[in-house]
């Protein structure tokens, strides 16, 4: 009886969280509704509550997830940036609400900085393992070191994320652009990247 409990309750919390995501992505914190996410989860908010003390907690635990299937899933790789700068356009091409649902979480966490923010302490994290690996990169000289290493994991982000947000502007000017594929835009950030930070080695 214990066994098939505990099978339930993880059940009921990952249809929680999966709603969550759903609801958090389309609506952000501040829109997204409890009501709504206990009707997609098939529960009750009373139910809910007795997993998530509050809206706040489980918007953090869903981007804490979201933050650690994202890193997984890209996996950062400074002596190849650019191969990861396509990973990570990739992600979130095919994944656009999960995007805005990450820049809320981490815009929330950084103006708030709530001592013990489970979502912030990761973010940090992930930043503190990529900036060490770039730093490691620089010094086997496989990155030119007169970059600070904060600049390049912005920089090829920024890059990377570049038509994530923007997927439809090609529509726009229908016409004027050489190839309107997708390929070609992944191509462009995987050339932008190398361009800067070529693989295993200093631009010339």
Same mark, same amino acid.
């Given at each position: 009886?214990?066994?098939?409990?505990?099978?339930?309750?993880? &059940?009921? @919390?990952? $249809?929680?969280?999966?709603?969550?995501?759903?609801?958090?992505? !389309?609506?952000?914190?501040?829109?997204?509704? /409890?009501?709504? /996410?206990? $009707? $997609?989860?098939?529960?009750?908010?009373?139910?809910? +509550?007795?997993?998530?003390?509050?809206?706040?907690?489980? +918007? @953090? =635990?869903?981007?804490?997830?979201?933050?650690?299937?994202? #890193?997984?899933?890209?996996?950062?790789?400074?002596?190849?940036?650019?191969?990861?700068?396509?990973?990570?356009?990739? +992600?979130?091409?095919?994944?656009?609400?999960?995007?805005?649902?990450?820049?809320?979480?981490?815009?929330?966490? =950084?103006?708030?900085?709530?001592?013990?923010?489970?979502?912030?302490? %990761?973010?940090? !994290? &992930?930043?503190?393992?990529?900036?060490? !690996?770039?730093?490691?990169?620089?010094?086997?000289?496989?990155?030119?070191?007169?970059?600070?290493? /904060?600049?390049?994991?912005?920089?090829?982000?920024?890059? %990377?994320?570049?038509? %994530?947000? !923007?997927?439809?502007? #090609?529509?726009? =000017?229908?016409?004027?652009?050489?190839?309107?594929?997708?390929?070609?835009? $992944?191509?462009?950030? =995987?050339?932008?990247?190398?361009?800067?930070?070529?693989?295993?080695?200093?631009?010339?």
């Amino acid at each position: 009886m214990t066994v098939i409990t505990s099978t339930v309750a993880d &059940t009921t @919390r990952d $249809r929680i969280l999966s709603a969550a995501a759903d609801e958090f992505a !389309q609506h952000g914190a501040a829109g997204a509704r /409890i009501d709504r /996410i206990a $009707r $997609r989860a098939k529960t009750s908010k009373e139910r809910m +509550y007795a997993y998530f003390r509050s809206k706040e907690q489980l +918007y @953090r =635990v869903v981007a804490e997830r979201e933050l650690a299937e994202m #890193t997984d899933a890209t996996h950062m790789d400074a002596t190849d940036l650019p191969g990861y700068a396509g990973r990570v356009h990739d +992600y979130f091409m095919a994944r656009p609400d999960h995007l805005r649902l990450m820049h809320w979480g981490m815009l929330d966490s =950084v103006e708030t900085r709530t001592p013990g923010d489970p979502y912030l302490d %990761a973010m940090q !994290q &992930t930043v503190h393992d990529g900036i060490e !690996q770039i730093r490691q990169a620089q010094r086997a000289g496989q990155l030119d070191a007169s970059w600070d290493p /904060i600049d390049v994991m912005v920089i090829v982000n920024q890059i %990377a994320l570049a038509w %994530a947000w !923007q997927p439809g502007l #090609t529509d726009l =000017v229908e016409g004027q652009v050489n190839d309107p594929s997708a390929a070609a835009r $992944r191509a462009s950030i =995987v050339a932008a990247v190398a361009g800067l930070f070529p693989t295993g080695g200093v631009a010339s």
